[in-house]
């Protein structure tokens, strides 16, 4: 019987050994789900001016490995426009062709299909490997059974061609208003042991 997860003290003994958790996907491509977001700074470099940066959380669906979390970073500058478009298409949010006003708190559980690469590179001498994300399909070009559904996602709209002149449906909201005086009249006690009078 394994023991439950529990936080540990910081003189608790550890038994379990580390490693052997990473795990390399072969490329191909994947179904995603992007968990988490975070804006930074990149610093520059020899390619890039300094700006802002997006760092992803991308979790990749592999129906032989699992879940596993690809870290992906997108640079907020015209020079990565291309890639920007690239990702927001394949989370169905821009439309090939329309302009799109990045809105990030919106890619937080969106979902899409995407072309893993193996990215092979030295690290203080040593060779390693990681998967890298290549691109990423637009959601828009994706077959209708490979489309997940989204979540967090804005409320979408008959889209279906009409013939003639049809009234657009509108989602009609009703709220219940109840009217309340702003003050007790009347010698009324509110909560809390109020009586409105002289002070």
């Not at 478009?85 to 890619?107: D, Q, T, Y």
């Not at 390693?128 to 709209?157: E, G, H, I, L, T």
Request: glycine residues 12%; hydrophobic residues 30%.
């Amino acid at each position: 019987m394994s023991q439950m997860e529990r936080e540990l003290g910081w003189d608790d003994e550890i038994q379990k050994d580390g490693g052997g958790g990473f795990v390399l996907l072969p490329g191909g491509d994947y179904n995603f789900t992007v968990t988490k977001f975070e804006r930074a700074r990149f610093a520059g470099s020899e390619k890039m001016p300094p700006c802002n940066q997006a760092k992803l959380e991308i979790t990749v669906h592999s129906p032989e490995h699992g879940d596993i979390v690809v870290f992906h970073n997108l640079f907020l500058h015209s020079k990565t426009e291309g890639l920007l478009s690239n990702f927001f298409a394949g989370i169905g949010l821009k439309k090939k062709g329309e302009p799109l006003r990045m809105n990030w708190p919106a890619v937080l559980g969106r979902k899409g299909r995407l072309k893993l690469e193996i990215r092979n590179y030295t690290h203080n001498g040593e060779d390693r490997s990681n998967n890298q994300v290549k691109s990423f399909y637009a959601y828009d070009d994706m077959p209708a059974q490979q489309q997940q559904p989204q979540y967090n996602q804005a409320p979408q709209y008959n889209q279906q061609p009409q013939q003639g002149f049809q009234q657009p449906q509108q989602q009609v909201y009703q709220q219940q208003q109840q009217y309340q005086a702003p003050f007790p009249t009347g010698g009324q006690q509110q909560g809390g042991g109020f009586t409105p009078g002289q002070f």
